[in-house]
């Protein structure tokens, strides 16, 4: 099982831009897929954007598509999330995921088994 640990969540002011990190204790070219996800108290939680090394596809939720932008470094076994034009609504709790084999749902949290403890993003109206 992969290690995930996240960094480079904060606070910010609506409009503002944030990097999150997250780096692997082993190589992530073991796992298909890498995606980020969020949650807020009381709701589940949302695919925000994922990668499938294999077809070298990108996945956003509509709500952050233009917006958020997912980028895998398979040598430095790190995967980042670029966050611009932040919103209040994108404020929650962001977790790092990675997967093995295909999936027809690579936003959907049930599909993935490793998990990071997760960096908190507070956007400010």
């Known amino acids: 099982q992969a290690q995930l640990v996240e960094s480079g969540g904060g606070s910010v002011q609506a409009g503002g831009s944030l990097r999150l990190s997250c780096t692997a204790s082993r190589s992530v070219g073991s796992r298909d897929y890498m995606a980020w996800f969020r949650q807020v108290p009381g709701n589940e939680r949302e695919g925000v954007a994922a990668?499938?090394?294999?077809?070298?596809?990108?996945y956003y939720a509509a709500s952050v598509k233009g917006r958020f932008t997912i980028a895998r470094d398979n040598i430095k076994n790190t995967l980042s999330l670029q966050m611009n034009s932040l919103k209040p609504e994108d404020t929650g709790m962001y977790y790092c995921?990675?997967?093995?084999?295909?999936?027809?749902?690579?936003?959907?949290?049930?599909?993935?088994?490793?998990w990071g403890q997760g960096t908190q993003v507070t956007v400010s109206s």
């Open positions: 990668y499938y090394s294999f077809a070298e596809s990108y």
């Open positions: 995921a990675a997967r093995r084999g295909y999936t027809a749902f690579p936003l959907s949290a049930k599909e993935y088994g490793d």
